[in-house]
């Protein structure tokens, strides 16, 4: 294959990831069921509807790979120059203000204005719950901090993905000079942070974006080939899927609500993303290379919006679907889990 079809062929599957990705991370913003009290990040519930539950749970573990394989795509472009670099940088930087920092601020403000909507229609509503804000004492700080996520997770929670994203572009010219004298240690670095889950005092919200985007980045420079095997991928992805079904299964043998028990379940589930990772941009490398595949393509530029549009419109969904659902058993609650 030459150059100019292989890097065809890779822009394919990026487009393929995109829209894969995106629609894994709508299936995990669903969150709990209706009926429900226990979170899936949890686990499944061992007591009640544990088919349904589990299923919610094993979803949503399996799918904690796509911020980190984003990310690591994200990296893999930005660093995609062979000349000028800052020059390179300053003008990346300028266009992700337009791509990234632009739509944060307009759909946070959009959501804002809908939790201050529903609350004048319903202000005992439990759909307001999941905005995450205290109406009873909001003042100008509050909202710039719901808008930007400075201190907190944006109104729209989805777009802390993009948040990070933004603020990791900002460094990137320090990200730049790790990659150029201490490309390995500054990975080593990063990788410490990210599993003790340090954030750069606030800085981020989390630290996935920044080290797997120095992955992505640290793959492009070192000329590392984007390639996955197809043996190696379904390998990868059995072992991938049945260490994240063990994960949805660990209330059966752990406490989740005691502290030290979820603190070691996270961290399990945290050093399985790089194997998810891998798993799943083989996965989209395969799924690229069929006709499927290139039709979910052409769909690459509508991921971003589905991305930012799904919440806050997924919470009322679920209520009106939730109202329709004839019976609570499982297979009703995997039916509105699915069509929400």
């Not at 080593?188 to 797997?212: E, H, K, N, P």
């Amino acid at each position: 294959m030459n150059r100019s079809a292989e890097m065809a062929d890779l822009s394919g599957t990026i487009e393929v990831a995109r829209v894969v990705l995106v629609i894994g991370l709508v299936f995990l913003h669903y969150f709990a069921y209706p009926n429900s009290r226990v979170p899936p990040f949890e686990g499944f519930d061992p007591n009640h509807h544990q088919i349904a539950t589990f299923v919610n749970s094993f979803v949503l573990f399996f799918f904690f790979s796509a911020v980190p394989l984003l990310s690591t795509i994200s990296g893999w472009l930005f660093f995609g120059f062979s000349a000028r670099p800052w020059e390179a940088i300053r003008r990346r930087i300028g266009k992700r203000g337009w791509s990234l920092f632009v739509p944060l601020v307009i759909w946070n403000l959009g959501a804002l204005a809908i939790a201050f909507a529903l609350r004048a229609v319903a202000p005992t509503s439990s759909l307001l719950g999941p905005f995450g804000i205290d109406f009873a004492h909001f003042g100008l700080w509050d909202g710039v901090d719901a808008v930007l996520g400075l201190t907190r997770l944006p109104v729209a929670f989805q777009f802390w993905f993009v948040r990070d994203l933004f603020v990791t572009v900002l460094v990137s010219p320090l990200l730049w000079l790790m990659l150029r004298h201490a490309p390995l240690p500054g990975a080593a670095v990063l990788c410490l942070a990210w599993i003790a889950d340090f954030t750069f005092f606030g800085l981020f919200i989390r630290t996935d974006v920044l080290f797997f985007f120095y992955l992505g980045a640290l793959a492009r420079l070192r000329g590392v080939e984007p390639r996955v095997g197809w043996n190696t991928t379904k390998l990868l992805l059995l072992v991938y899927a049945v260490l994240m079904a063990l994960r949805a299964l660990a209330p059966l043998a752990f406490d989740p609500s005691q502290p030290d028990q979820r603190e070691m379940l996270d961290l399990f589930t945290r050093l399985a993303r790089p194997l998810g990772v891998v798993a799943c941009w083989g996965l989209c490398l395969r799924l690229a290379a069929t006709a499927w595949g290139e039709a979910i393509g052409r769909y690459g530029g509508f991921a971003f919006f589905l991305h930012a549009a799904h919440f806050p419109l997924i919470i009322f969904v679920k209520f009106v679907l939730w109202r329709l659902v004839p019976a609570e058993t499982d297979a009703w609650m995997i039916a509105h889990y699915a069509a929400s």
